[in-house]
């Protein structure tokens, strides 16, 4: 049974981290849930201490147990962190380091990784600031849960709604999965060197292996994409990862076929003529990117 640390700050979805507690839990989940003060504006701790059937923490101070220390204890407790709703507030403080309560000092303090799910108004979500404060994060590797779009709390209609808990759950389950091609690997209209021959890619390359990686991560699969172009923030979900180009290619394959023995790597590069890399597919299409996740699939 896997642990998840639910993170609550304050905003007017805290409402729906109660479902998601609920739902979290159903699913097999450990939650334990933290609280900022301003989320206990919105909802009293005793529900989520009812929904996740364990003790609510928001104060730094309030050491239950006197043989630990309560944040230290609860950031290796957790396999998996998310925090939702994310406040403005709380994207702020976590990427300027700061931990004056018990949800930043045990961010600080955990080294499980961190999945955030923003929810605020449209143009806090647009604002320069917070704007910039995501992408400090997603440098320092934390992932987002991007805010869907619809009718807010606040009237506005627009981006910034928490994503619904159930699509949330299905992505901690999928988290913790291990079945085979999970995890994939798209290398596309990739600058770099393989077998010390400078990389040739066709023009719409990167597009194509972007296009594709997309695909596959809005089926919750892994997708690591490596290209030379930098993407917009759109397609930095949870489930696309983009590396700028890895200098030696061939290095990075290897090494990400090693810590990833059952993933598949597809790649729409031209290899130097009669060079093959083991275990890697070519595609030249979306369709045949597809097929071959599909006969990988077949051949398990
Ligand atoms: C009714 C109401 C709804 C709010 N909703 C949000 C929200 O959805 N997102 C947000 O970032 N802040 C929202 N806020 C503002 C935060 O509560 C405020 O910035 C607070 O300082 C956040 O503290 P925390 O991050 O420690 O929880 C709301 C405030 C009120 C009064």
């Not at 901690?172 to 077998?195: D, K, N, P, S, Y």
Request: one cysteine or more; glycine letters at 6%.
């Amino acid at each position: 049974m896997k642990n998840i640390l639910l993170c609550v700050s304050g905003g007017i979805a805290v409402y729906k981290a109660v479902a998601l507690t609920s739902k979290l839990t159903q699913a097999g989940f450990q939650v334990k849930v933290l609280m900022t003060k301003s989320a206990q504006q919105f909802v009293q701790p005793l529900s989520f201490q009812v929904m996740s059937k364990n003790d609510v923490f928001y104060d730094t101070f309030d050491e239950k147990d006197s043989q630990v220390i309560a944040h230290i204890d609860l950031a290796d407790w957790a396999d998996l962190v998310i925090i939702a709703p994310a406040t403005a507030n709380i994207i702020g403080k976590l990427a300027h380091g700061l931990a004056d309560d018990m949800v930043t000092t045990t961010l600080l303090a955990t080294t499980a990784p961190v999945w955030i799910a923003p929810a605020m108004n449209v143009h806090m979500y647009d604002h320069p600031a917070v704007l910039r404060n995501i992408e400090q994060l997603y440098q320092d590797g934390y992932r987002f849960i991007e805010p869907s779009e619809g009718y807010l709390a606040c009237g506005y209609v627009g981006k910034g709604r928490l994503e619904e808990p159930e699509k949330i759950t299905a992505l901690a389950l999928q988290h913790f999965r291990t079945t085979a091609h999970e995890q994939v690997l798209v290398v596309g209209g990739a600058m770099g060197t393989i077998a010390n021959n400078q990389l040739t890619a066709p023009v719409h390359a990167a597009m194509l292996a972007t296009e594709v990686a997309k695909a596959f991560a809005s089926r919750q699969i892994y997708t690591r994409l490596i290209t030379h172009e930098q993407q917009p923030r759109k397609y930095r979900f949870l489930f696309t990862e983009q590396m700028m180009m890895a200098d030696d290619v061939t290095k990075y394959v290897r090494e990400w076929q090693q810590q990833h023995p059952n993933g598949l790597v597809l790649t729409d590069v031209l290899l130097p003529k009669g060079y093959t890399l083991e275990g890697v597919h070519a595609f030249h299409s979306q369709e045949e990117a597809e097929q071959v996740l599909i006969n990988e699939l077949k051949g398990l």
